[in-house]
């Protein structure tokens, strides 16, 4: 059974800190590539990071050195960890699992590399 379940999110002020946390299925977290991708309102859905089987990472420019990505195989989970954030981080986050690559991560196509999506979860930066 496919499952993604994102948590995590939450209000913030500009600079603080979340983790976000999407716990998957076994079958899904087996999967080559995962990923967070966020979307605001009115915008397409964008890449934020990817992490493949290897632990291999890849970032969108916006997030570089701010967010990172990591996985605990003893708990089928994804994280987010993002610090110092802005208001432009503003966006509903979601997971995502069956991705091709991780090096497709800022390609304008690449929620289409992906196969099966969690709910989102909400992050709300304030200035």
């Known amino acids: 059974q496919v499952q993604l379940v994102e948590s995590g999110g939450g209000s913030v002020q500009a600079g603080g800190s979340l983790r976000l946390s999407c716990a998957a299925s076994?079958?899904?977290?087996?999967?080559?590539?995962m990923g967070w991708f966020r979307q605001a309102p009115g915008k397409e859905r964008e890449g934020v990071a990817a992490?493949?089987?290897?632990?291999?990472?890849s970032y969108a420019e916006s997030v570089k050195g701010r967010f990172t990505i990591s996985k605990d195989n003893a708990k089928n989970s994804l994280y987010l960890q993002m610090t110092s954030l802005k208001p432009e981080d503003t966006s509903m986050y979601y997971c995502?699992?069956?991705?091709?690559?991780?090096?497709?991560?800022?390609?304008?196509?690449?929620?289409?590399?992906?196969?099966?999506w969690g709910q989102g979860t909400q992050v709300t930066v304030s200035s």
């Open positions: 992490i493949d089987r290897d632990g291999s990472k």
């Open positions: 076994e079958y899904t977290y087996r999967s080559h590539c």
């Open positions: 995502a699992a069956d991705g091709r690559s991780i090096a497709t991560i800022s390609a304008p196509y690449a929620q289409y590399e992906y196969n099966y």
